[in-house]
């Protein structure tokens, strides 16, 4: 632009020497020449300008639309992961109980007393011989010696032995409330059998159907090939679904034992209940629309076997496979896949789906989509308008900018670049603020263990200001010893890229103190190298505090235990002998420190509702009636409620109202299971049992050590936790502690070792 204004110039000046008309015209045309080039310029400029804003919308519209998918994508990675954590574990409980159940009839089959009592019935030649009198009432009814009708042995004996087996393993009609009248019989709706290979029984169990359920013919073909078959539900002889079980039955060889030739079947049929529906309710679950059926196809249709969430029953609900978008179709076709749907009421959810061990069964897990993406979807769209907003917002500024002008958008970021500056000045001079206001002491420093940062408090001691530590090492400040250790944890947190927190002794002020330090990496930027912020605490007197308040609680549980002893001297010292015991084997499990305190107090504690028992029955040496019996158990949830207000910061209540609960789910008072139960009253369950057993009553004496193992191992999982017994045993047989026990078990120390 210059150097046409001054060729311009030039050609004015030139025309003006050889005339004043010609010189008037050159100069309007330069002039116009230029005022067109610049036009040009301007134009040529604009639209530029234009194109690189309109690819930069349609650029980052493209990225927002992209974020806003992959941000979905992610969640429904993340529902995917859920879900089938909750179908993976449904269908492993329900595969597992099947299995258990299968089991039961698998021990009878392989009993050799049914097999040989089984030929016998049958016959040594095959011959088919009547095994039930009570099913052939005609075959010779004034016959009652068993002796000469050793059938009649058999099928007693097999009798006894079903319904045996089936009232303790649940092969029974489910239980209802309300007292039965002795004179009525019991329903015949589930029971165990044994059958010959035509399908015919040769006993059965009281409850037994007389019928089988339909379609069980083709259950017993398939156990004919050494197979165990779960047949069902089907409808019962009530019309209440049930379940079939079949598993071969082999004849006995003399000279090789068990894997003849199949003779019959073991056949179990018990309730579609309770026991097999809890298992699909996952125990804890935040999601209110979650839910989990059972399926499986029948033809061209998906069966619904178990009950409904709009209260229709199992099995009531059939549907057919190409209906549009039917999640429990859809898994039927596909078992395994994660996907969206809608269930069998319309709702749209996502689902996935896992095959069930031993069966046709589909494990269909579902959740509605509303609350697994509802809250997702909607921030997406908020976002996705308020990043376009944005978009279109720093277009438009941009243009408005540039239009406006260089020299006013240089002068702008001037000022913003001043006022940005003082904001950060005000910002640093709030952080040291609050930070040389904190009681702990804050401090940055680098791979050379140089200080970047440090509040008033980082010091420690040297009487140097924040200021003039920034540049100096650790050594300098908290000498070498201190500053080693500290330096160990901040290249560990570097090293790991992630917090190191630690707890130790240092020296502070000539005297030493308990310090909590907590050593954070953070990664390198342009101007900063790799650092790691300490955070370092004082808490010598708030453990110090700890310590008291636990002397007072251990001073407390001495003297209530003490009260107790006075109270009921048949059991003096059984307290203490517990906590110690429990502790030891708390320690033999690995067990945290947390474990073992509470074992300890519970152990300690568990006899103080004994406070409230009647002395003239703690004291008796007679017989007692059962309800006293009672009184004495109630006790020990009676402790866990008279220590309901004392503060262990421990799960010492819960520990001891759990001291009376059975693995098997049939214990008192809350009926817990399993890992329902707290691992401490797992613990402190078996040394009370163990030290109970070795200790002298007045109705009988002390076991021996062996002989309690002894008891404890027939007990395990049905009144204990396996791993407690076993690390008791190991505990005993390998630490010393039987020695120990055989040679003063009234006053042995567990933890003596």
Known sequence: MSTEEAGGGGGSARAVSSGGAMAADGHAAAAEDAHAVAGRRARRAMGLVVALLVLAGLAGGWFVVSFVQEERSRALQDWQVRLG??????????????????????????????????????????????????????????????????????????????????????????????????????????????????????????????????????????????????????????????????????????????????????????????????????????????????????????????????????????????????????????????????????????????????TDWLLLTTVSEDEALGATD????????????VILGVLGGVLALWRHGVSVRVADLASRYRLTADRLRETMAFVRVVTDGQPTAIAAVDEAGRYTFANAQAAWGSGLDPEALVGRTLGEVMGPHAARRLQDLNARAHRDGAPVHDLAAMERDGEERIIKSDHIPLAATRDHPNTVLMVLQDVSDLIGERQRREGILRDLVGTLVGLVDRRDPFSSDHSARVADLAVAIAREMGESDEVCRTVDFAGNLMNVGKILVPEEILTRTGPITEEEINTVRASVVQTADLL?????????????????????????????????ILPPARIVMVANAFVGMVSPRAFRGPMTVEAALRELMDGVDVRYDRRPVAALMNYMENRGGAERWRRAPDRVCANES
Do not use: C
């Open 85 to 358: 954590i909750v179908a993976e574990g449904r269908a492993g409980a329900v595969s597992q109980w099947l299995g258990e159940q299968a089991a039961i009839l698998s021990r009878l089959a392989d009993n050799p007393s049914v097999q040989l009592y089984v030929m016998a019935l049958k016959g040594d030649a095959g011959g088919e011989t009547e095994a039930d009198p009570e099913a052939n009432p005609e075959a010779d009814p004034g016959r009652r010696d068993t002796a000469a009708r050793p059938e009649v042995v058999e099928g007693a004996f097999l009798r006894t032995l079903l319904n045996a087996t089936a009232d303790q393993t649940g092969f029974v009609p489910a239980r209802r409330s309300g007292r039965v009248p002795a004179n009525v019989a019991v329903p015949e709706r589930a029971g165990l059998a044994v059958v010959d290979t035509a399908g015919d029984r040769l006993a059965a169990s009281e409850t037994m159907p007389a019928r089988l359920p339909d379609g069980f013919g083709s259950a017993l073909a398939e156990a004919g090939q050494g197979q165990v078959v779960v047949h069902g539900p089907v409808p019962g002889p009530t019309g209440a679904p049930v379940l079939g079980f079949a598993v071969p039955l082999y004849a006995v060889h003399q000279d090789a034992g068990s894997g003849g030739p199949v003779i019959g079947f073991v056949i179990g049929v018990r309730p579609f209940d309770e026991a097999v529906l809890s298992l699909l309710r996952q125990p804890v679950t935040p999601w209110r629309s979650a839910q989990t059926y059972l399926v499986r196809p029948e033809g061209g249709a998906v069966r619904y076997l178990s009950p409904v969430d709009d209260g229709t029953k199992a099995l009531s609900t059939l549907l057919a496979l190409d209906t549009p978008d039917l999640a429990a179709a859809i898994a039927t076709r596909e078992p395994g896949l994660f996907a969206s749907g809608r269930r069998h009421d319309g709702t749209d959810v996502l689902f996935t789906s896992r095959p069930v061990r031993l």
């Open 644 to 676: 309901s207000g004392v503060d262990f910061d421990l799960p010492v209540g819960e520990t001891l109202r759990q001291l009376q609960e059975r693995w098997d789910g049939r214990g008192y008072p809350d009926g817990l299971r399993g890992e329902e």
């Open 378 to 389: 909607a921030r997406l769209q908020t976002l996705l308008v308020v990043l376009g907003l």
